[in-house]
């Protein structure tokens, strides 16, 4: 059985968890990172030398990275799917959203979730918070303006593309702060709502 290694409100972790519910993939997961601690013991580190989460093993695989570990599991247990798309370019087209999580749209806002959501309110930095929702901000309508015409990012279907974006696009909605009109973005977040796994892993408060 697979076993994620990774506390679960963790956003990394929550990539997979979410993965494992749409492909109704069955697996363990052992508390680890954060207040659970571990993360510089030698053992983990032997799997995972970053000593980040989640970590996933899968038999004799080790494997880190939460992206490459949701297509990892998609290309084993949903290659075809409409959720991993066969077709390159079908595939390209979600799969770039993946790319996109981790260098325009997380970065952006990680400042203001950190200040936020993990900072005492004394120790905040608001200047570092109003320059992060500017950019994340940015960000959003980048995405309300895809979403136009595609009711999810790889298209007309719910792909690999969601889960990342979908896991930030819960914290941009749920931190305290102003968001310009996002009519579309808004409706893709109902829809994510929808889904039970969405429920599940991801809807469970910022922490």
């Not at 968890?17 to 580190?45: Q, S």
């Not at 993990?118 to 979403?147: C, F, G, W």
Request: aromatic content about 10%; charged content about 20%; proline content about 6%.
């Amino acid at each position: 059985m697979l076993h994620i290694i990774g506390r679960n409100n963790s956003s990394n972790v929550q990539k997979v968890l979410w993965t494992c519910a749409e492909i109704g993939l069955d697996f363990e997961r052992t508390d680890f990172g954060g207040p659970f601690g571990g993360n510089d013991d030698p053992e983990y580190r032997a799997k995972n030398p970053n000593g980040l989460i989640p970590t996933v093993e899968d038999g004799d695989l080790v494997l880190w990275e939460s992206n490459s570990i949701v297509r990892y599991l998609a290309a084993k247990h949903g290659g075809g799917s409409r959720f991993y798309p066969a077709d390159p370019g079908a595939r390209a087209l979600a799969d770039r959203w993946m790319d996109w999580q981790l260098t325009v749209i997380w970065p952006a806002l990680l400042p203001a979730f950190l200040n936020l959501i993990r900072t005492p309110e004394d120790k905040r930095d608001m200047d570092v918070v109003a320059t992060a929702v500017a950019k994340a901000n940015a960000a959003a309508k980048i995405l309300d303006t895809h979403l136009t015409t595609n009711a999810y990012l790889g298209g007309a279907d719910f792909t690999i593309g969601d889960i990342p974006v979908g896991v930030v696009t819960y914290r941009y909605m749920n931190l305290d702060i102003e968001r310009p009109s996002l009519p579309n973005l808004e409706a893709y977040y109902a829809r994510l709502c929808n889904r039970p796994g969405y429920q599940k892993y991801l809807m469970i408060g910022l922490s």
